[in-house]
C-alpha cells in the first residue's frame, strides 16, 4: 500500500518536474532577464509576495463581490423563467446572445456609465459571473421531473413555497456547476478588468511588471493567480460535497 | 393558443425583437444620458458606417479567424493529449497537476509575459487561445474515453479488434458527445480570449477597435460592435454544431428526439 501510493505520488511529479529542469535550462541558455526561468522566479516570488498578497486581496475582494452579486439576482431570476415557461422560452435566445457577448467588450460601456472605479469592475464581474449562473438555473428548473410539481400541488403549496422547496433544490446540482464556472469566469475578469482599468489589484501589479521589464516578477504574480484559483476551485468543491452530499449519494447508488 | 404556438415558432426573431424594443424605449425615455444611450437607428448608422469603410469586415475577420484558428488547433491537440493519455495511463497521472496549475491563470495575466516572448504576430493569439481553451476538451475527453463501459470494450476484444481499434472505433465515438461539449464550451472562452489579447497587445481586430472607438467617444460604434462580437459567438456556435451534428449525429437522433 505505501509502495503504491509513492508510485502514485512520482506518477504525478515527474512530468511537472520535467517541465520545470527544461524550462530553467532554456532560461540559462537564454541568458536574459526577459526570459527568466522557475529560479528567478522563485526569487521573486520570495522578494515580492507581501506586495503581490496585498494586490491579490484586493481581486480577490471584488471578484467575490461581483460573484454574489450575480448570483442573488439570476439564480431566483432563473427559476422564475424555468417557471414561467412562455417568457422563459421567448428569452432563451436573448440569454443565448447574451452568453456569447465575451466580458471584456462589455468593458468600454460599462466605464462610460461606472467610471474605472471599484464599481465598474465590480459590475463586469458579475456580469461574467452571471450568465453560467442564469443559464444553468434557467435549464435546471425547465426540466425539474413532472411529478415534483405534482407533489407540489398535492401539498398545496403556493407558488412561491413550490419555487423555494421543489424548484431550488431539484435545480441545485446544476447550480453547483453553474457556480464552478461562474467562479472561474469571476476570477478571470477580475483580473481582466484590472487590466483594462488599471488602479489597483493583481492584474495592475503583472502590467506595472511588465511595463519596468520585471518578467519573473510577472510570473510571480501569475504563479499566485494560480495558486489561488486552485485553492479556490477546491473549496468550492468541499462545499459541493458537503452540501450536495445527497445527489451524489443518489448517483453514487445508480451507478 | 394559435398566438403562443407562434410565438414559439418565432422566438429567435422574438427575442431579439424585445431586446431592440426595450433598448430603443430604454433611449428615448433617456433614463441615461442619450449620448451614452443612443437609440437603435444611431447604432444601426454606426455599424453601416464601418461596414462600408471596410473596417468592419477586416477587423472581425481577423479576430473570427484567429478564434477560429485557436479553437481547432486546442480541440486537435486537448484531443490528441486525452487519447495519449488514455494510451498510456502515467501520461495521464501526469499531467493532471498542469492541468491545475494552468486551468486557473487568466489569458489576461498571459498577454503581457507573452507580448515579450512571442512579439505581437500571429504567435501571440495562437499561444493566449491554445494555452486558455485546451482544457475544455481535455478534460471532458479524458473523462470520458476513461468512462466508456466495460461490455463495450470486451465485445470490441471479443471481435478480435486490436487496442488500437478499440481506441479509435469504439471509445473515441463513444466520448465525441463530451468532447463537443468541451469544445462548445472552449469556443466560448476563445472569443473571449482573443478579445481580451487584441485589447492589449493594441494593434488590430475588433477588441482593438472597440477600445479605441470607446477612447473616440464614438458611441454608437461602440455598441454595434458588442453586437458583432455577439454575432461572433453565433457564428461559431453555429459551425460547431453543425461539424457535431457530422460526427456525432447518431447520438443526437437519439437523445433529441424529444421536442
Known amino acids: 500500500m505505501k509502495r503504491l501510493a509513492d508510485k502514485s505520488f512520482w506518477n504525478a511529479v515527474w512530468l511537472p518536474v520535467a517541465i520545470l529542469a527544461v524550462w530553467q535550462v532554456l532560461a540559462m541558455r537564454a541568458h536574459t532577464p526577459l526570459f527568466p526561468g522557475p529560479w528567478q522566479t522563485l526569487l521573486a516570488i520570495s522578494k515580492l509576495y507581501p506586495q503581490i498578497v496585498g494586490q491579490l486581496g484586493f481581486t480577490l475582494s471584488r471578484a467575490g463581490i461581483g460573484f454574489l452579486i450575480a448570483a442573488v439576482l439570476m439564480v431566483p431570476l432563473g427559476i422564475l423563467l424555468g417557471r414561467l415557461k412562455l417568457l422563459g422560452k421567448v428569452l432563451e435566445p436573448a440569454i443565448d446572445m447574451l452568453a456569447t457577448l465575451p466580458p471584456p467588450a462589455v468593458v468600454p460601456i460599462v466605464m462610460l456609465f461606472a467610471g474605472t472605479g471599484d464599481a465598474a469592475k465590480i459590475v463586469i464581474i458579475a456580469y461574467a459571473a452571471a450568465v453560467p449562473l442564469l443559464m444553468n438555473t434557467y435549464e435546471a428548473s425547465r426540466t425539474v421531473h413532472p411529478s415534483a410539481n405534482l407533489v407540489a400541488r398535492a401539498l398545496h403549496l403556493t407558488k412561491l413555497e413550490a419555487m423555494l422547496h421543489i424548484d431550488l433544490p431539484a435545480a441545485l446540482p446544476m447550480i453547483a456547476t453553474g457556480v464552478r464556472l461562474a467562479v472561474s469566469s469571476a476570477l478571470l475578469v477580475a483580473v481582466t478588468s484590472e487590466m483594462l482599468l488599471a488602479t489597483n489589484g493583481i492584474g495592475v501589479f503583472i502590467q506595472r511588471q511588465q511595463e519596468n521589464f520585471q518578467i519573473s516578477g510577472g510570473l510571480a504574480g501569475i504563479a499566485f493567480i494560480s495558486l489561488a484559483g486552485l485553492i479556490i476551485n477546491s473549496i468550492v468543491f468541499q462545499f459541493e460535497k458537503r452540501w450536495l452530499f445527497w445527489h451524489y449519494r443518489n448517483a453514487n447508488s445508480k451507478g | ?259
Not at chain 2, 426595450?22 to 433614463?31: C, I, P, R, S
Not at chain 2, 486546442?74 to 493519455?85: N, T
Not at chain 2, 495511463?89 to 512571442?118: D, K
Open chain 2, 1 to 259: 393558443m394559435a398566438l403562443e404556438r407562434w410565438i414559439l415558432r418565432f422566438r429567435s426573431l422574438v427575442s431579439l425583437a424585445l431586446i431592440l424594443a426595450v433598448w430603443q424605449g430604454v433611449a428615448m425615455l433617456e433614463l441615461g444620458p442619450r449620448k451614452y444611450f443612443p437609440p437603435i437607428p444611431d447604432v444601426a448608422a454606426g455599424f453601416w458606417s464601418m461596414l462600408l469603410s471596410g473596417e468592419l469586415l477586416a477587423g472581425d475577420s481577423l479576430t473570427l479567424g484567429r478564434a477560429l484558428v485557436g479553437i481547432v488547433g486546442s480541440s486537435l491537440i486537448g484531443i490528441g493529449l486525452a487519447l495519449l493519455g488514455e494510451m498510456v495511463p502515467a501520461f495521464r497521472s501526469a499531467f493532471r497537476p498542469i492541468a491545475a496549475i494552468v486551468q486557473p491563470i487568466p489569458p489576461a495575466a498571459l498577454v503581457p509575459m507573452a507580448i515579450f516572448m512571442l512579439g505581437l504576430g500571429f504567435k501571440l493569439y495562437a499561444f493566449v487561445i491554445i494555452l486558455v481553451t485546451i482544457w475544455p476538451p481535455y478534460l471532458n475527453g479524458a473523462a470520458a474515453l476513461a468512462a466508456v463501459g466495460d461490455v463495450e470494450v470486451k465485445t470490441g476484444r471479443m471481435l478480435g479488434l486490436s487496442e488500437r481499434d478499440i481506441l479509435f472505433r469504439i471509445k473515441l465515438p463513444a466520448a465525441w458527445p463530451e468532447i463537443f461539449a468541451g469544445i462548445r464550451y472552449a469556443a466560448t472562452i476563445s472569443l473571449i480570449a482573443v478579445v481580451v489579447a487584441e485589447m492589449l497587445a493594441g494593434r488590430d481586430g475588433l477588441g482593438f477597435m472597440l477600445i479605441r472607438k470607446a477612447f473616440a467617444t464614438r458611441i454608437p460604434e461602440v455598441y454595434a460592435l458588442m453586437f458583432v462580437c455577439a454575432f461572433n459567438g453565433v457564428v461559431l456556435n453555429a459551425l460547431i454544431n453543425l461539424l457535431r451534428w457530422r460526427i456525432t449525429g447518431w447520438h443526437m437522433r437519439m437523445t433529441e428526439r424529444t421536442p
